[in-house]
Nanobody, 118 residues
Framework: QVQLVESGGGLVQAGGSLRLSCAAS????????MAWYRQAPGKQRDMVAS???????NYADSVKGRFSISMDNAKDTVYLQMNSLKPEDTAAYYC????????????WGQGTQVTVSS
């Protein structure tokens, strides 16, 4: 059984920073990629940033230059450094991982709330 546990959400003023963490645990053969998604009330869940185990990254246009994703392969943990936060970044943030156990499938975390006040 694989679990993803997120941490680091909270309330911050516009222009501030937060760092989200997501740790994978359980019977893991390998992690192919990890990502962060977000979902605001009444909206669909969208990809924010992703990273492969080789270090290739991808970002949504709305966060380029402000957010940075990184992965610690030794700790099976992904981070999302969020700078210059805006009220429109307010959402529940979900960790996503493509993990081989040895069966390859996608896992989701429970989510962590990020609220940016103006």
């Amino acid at each position: 059984q694989v679990q993803l546990v997120e941490s680091g959400g909270g309330l911050v003023q516009a222009g501030g920073s937060l760092r989200l963490s997501c740790a994978a645990s359980g019977t893991i053969f390998s992690i192919e990629s990890m990502a962060w998604y977000r979902q605001a009330p009444g909206k669909q869940r969208d990809m924010v940033a992703s990273i492969t185990n080789g270090g290739n990254t991808n970002y949504a246009d709305s966060v380029k230059g402000r957010f940075s994703i990184s992965m610690d392969n030794a700790k099976d943990t992904v981070y999302l450094q969020m700078n210059s936060l805006k009220p429109e970044d307010t959402a529940a943030y979900y960790c996503n991982a493509l993990i081989r156990t040895p069966f390859l499938r996608t896992y989701w975390g429970q989510g962590t709330q990020v609220t940016v006040s103006s």
